[in-house]
């Protein structure tokens, strides 16, 4: 061959790459890797911001993105193109667990000190990947072994492992106790500010704080933290108020106790006292709470789920706590509280399990009497807008991450449906039927 030969195939080879894009050779994790487009055609797009349904529409996701969503009409798969049915079904974006704790995953109850950190070792690969399965593309540990986490956040954006986005807040904040696992001590102001700053520097997504820093010393936690953009989310310290928590800036609160700690001071008290704080929220002072709450812009994870069971042999009157809780997780959204879809996820030995889990609390979102499509957005949008992801993920539109679920039934009619699984993409990878069905292989009740 000539040389003008050569360099005629080498010129043609070149329009055709620049025309069609990089190809890959099978992905480890997906079906293809992200440079070759999916289609989703003929779908029902749910906009989880109202709640709306627009059918027979064709969503292509290529490079990791949403490239465009347009009438199926309007729209020919090119054969270069993987082609998914979505006739007859409903496609959502990627769900969010807001609360998780990956590093807990393997070890056996009662390990509770650092001592026992270099014996166990957690395989993260299993609960990552369920999540996936079960359509969970984002979440939010809430206090971990952050090197361990990140190590696996790399081999996830290698495509060496299936699972979701990880935001990680490392270790939590806390004051001195017995059960120091994965824990950063303070008992004053600057050794508060201290830790904030190691955690900056470690490069944490944001802070976890728990229930015994010392009253005196968070003010000058949150007043660093803002200084240096880290969002802070958590439990109520001992001695504080959630209404002081929106004060110094805090994002977030969890769990369907913090009312009650919030009222109490702490998590002791008699029943009365505890009956005391329940009445409290139904009052003017309550509604005034709750207003705070909202205008302050704080989020709200009551992990519901987690709270469900470990209720057998407590009696009268304390398992009344079981109704009050759910009671006041229902009046916080009532009155303008935004709520966030989260589970506690921790170890394999407890009662929420990975996905799973998640849809069984929006299951109970809805029981508390939010409407499916709010349900859904307490998985999808809210935690994208309350963790400042709102740009890159919790909607279907042209330019965000690639992160969809497709169901085989409509969740705004049925919130069950969204177990009802067919195909996740998660970043620009597909995991069809079988993959899904070999990383839920593991599945525990």
């Known amino acids: 061959m000539c040389r003008s030969d050569v360099l005629a195939v080498a010129r043609c080879f070149l329009a055709i790459l620049i025309i069609a894009g990089p190809t890959f050779a099978e992905d480890q994790v997906g079906e293809r890797y992200e440079g070759n487009p999916i289609a989703i055609v003929d779908v029902t797009v749910i906009d989880v911001s109202d709640g709306t349904a627009t059918p027979h529409q064709s969503v292509v996701v290529r490079y990791g993105r949403i490239a465009y969503v347009k009438p199926a009409g309007e729209f020919d798969t090119p054969g270069w193109m993987t082609e998914v049915n979505g006739g007859g079904r409903f496609l959502i ?13 393997d070890e056996p109850e009662g390990e509770g000190s650092t001592a026992d950190s270099e014996s166990v070792k957690n ?20 206090g971990g072994d952050l090197e361990a986490i990140d190590d696996w956040r790399g081999r996830i954006d290698k495509g060496e492992v299936a699972g979701p986005t990880v935001l990680r807040a490392g270790p939590y904040i806390d004051g001195p106790k017995e059960n120091d696992r994965y824990r ?10 201290d830790a904030v700053r190691e955690l900056d520097e470690a490069g944490v997504d944001l802070l976890k704080i728990h229930s015994q820093i010392p009253a005196e010393a968070m003010p000058a936690l949150a007043k660093e933290a803002k200084k240096r953009g880290l969002r802070i989310g958590g439990h109520v310290p001992y001695g504080t108020s959630i209404g002081e928590l929106v004060d110094w800036g805090v994002s977030t609160v969890e769990h369907v106790d913090v009312f009650f700690i919030s009222r109490l001071g702490s998590r002791q008290g008699t029943f009365e006292d505890w009956k005391a704080a329940y009445d409290w929220h139904f009052t003017p002072e309550g509604d005034k709470l709750f207003e705070k709450m909202e205008a ?21 009157p304390w398992n009344k706590l079981r109704t009050w809780y759910r009671d006041l997780a229902g009046l916080a959204h009532r009155k303008g509280v935004r709520l966030l879809a989260g589970t506690d996820l921790a170890r394999k030995t407890g009662t929420v399990q990975p996905g799973n889990g998640l849809h069984d609390e929006l299951e109970h979102l809805v029981d508390i009497g939010l409407e499916p499509w709010e349900a859904l957005r ?23 991450i690639g992160d969809l679920v497709l169901l085989a039934g409509n969740p705004l009619e049925e919130i069950r449906e969204t177990r009802n699984i067919e195909a996740v993409v998660i970043r620009g990878r597909l995991l069809d039927d079988k993959r899904l069905s070999a990383l839920r292989a593991s599945d525990g009740p």
């Open 378 to 400: 307490a998985a999808t949008l809210y935690p994208a807008r309350a963790f400042g992801r709102e740009s890159e993920v919790g909607a279907i539109k042209p330019g965000m």
């Open 123 to 142: 395989d993260y690969g299993e609960v990552l990947g369920r999540l996936a399965a079960w359509g969970i593309t984002s979440v939010r540990d809430m």
């Open 296 to 316: 302050g812009g704080m989020w709200y994870t009551p992990t519901l789920a987690i709270f469900d069971s470990g209720w057998d042999g407590v009696g009268e």
């Open 93 to 105: 974006p990627g769900l969010w667990d807001a609360h998780v704790h990956l590093s807990f995953w």
């Open 184 to 193: 950063r001590f303070v008992t004053s102001s600057d050794e508060a500010r």
